[in-house]
């Protein structure tokens, strides 16, 4: 079983579309979470809910919106998608917010050309 | 000043040695420290979680602490084509925050 699931995979899609990413646990996990990860690894915090509440929303374009239909699900969305926006995005859970172990998805590998 | 700063390597060791990943950290609130393994194109995914001081050891790993320092450290020994992979050091902070290190890149040739 698949604790965090992530779709799509692979994205390669054009400047100025907008496009979305979902996320799944099974984990029954409260807190979710979104990053980012750049070409040179560096792993950074976007985005967190718990129990479908927005608690961090760290300096990120308003060009991307995160929603969360219940707590087993997290999805995000871009808009006007820009070069720069190329990156692997991960999502994660975790049991209690102030915890620390967070569960990461496999990740999705976004092209912006 | 990042909260989390990780020696970047690469680091290419032989099978069989003790290699050690070193972060330092800035902020002193929240005093646990996870260190995540992330395999080529996968996600990270959770090694070793400790609370305080000292050492913490799961089988061939060994996490360390020092607090006076700000130092953490991972320690793996007997180390196997297995284990090359990026490993990251993180730091929580509030509301669930992670602050991640670059990630050091491991590779450990037969």
């Known amino acids: 079983d698949t604790a965090v699931s992530q779709t799509p995979k692979y994205l390669v899609t054009q400047m100025g579309n907008d496009k979305s990413i979902k996320c799944e646990q099974n984990l029954g996990h409260d807190t979710m979470y979104w990053y980012k990860q750049d070409s040179k690894k560096f792993l950074k915090i976007m985005f967190s809910y718990n129990n479908k509440e927005l608690i961090i929303n760290e300096t990120v374009p308003n060009r991307f919106s995160p929603k969360s239909p219940d707590k087993a699900h997290l999805n995000l969305h871009i808009n006007s998608l820009e070069l720069g926006d190329s990156a692997v995005y991960f999502c994660a859970s975790s049991l209690l917010t102030d915890r620390g172990e967070q569960y990461f998805g496999p990740g999705t590998r976004l092209t912006v050309t | 000043q990042k909260e989390v700063e990780q020696d970047p390597g690469p680091l290419s060791v032989p099978e069989g040695a003790i290699v050690s990943l070193n972060c330092t950290y800035s902020n002193s609130a929240f005093q646990y420290f996870m260190w995540y393994r992330q395999y080529s194109r996968k996600g990270p995914e959770l090694l070793m979680y400790?609370?305080?001081?000292g050492n913490k050891e799961d089988g061939r790993f060994t996490a360390q602490v020092d607090k006076s320092s700000k130092y953490i450290s991972l320690f793996i020994r007997d180390s196997q084509p297995s284990d090359s992979a990026t490993y990251l050091c993180a730091k929580p902070s509030t509301l669930g925050r992670l602050y991640f290190g670059r990630g050091t890149q491991l590779t450990v040739w037969p």
């Open positions: 400790t609370y305080s001081s």
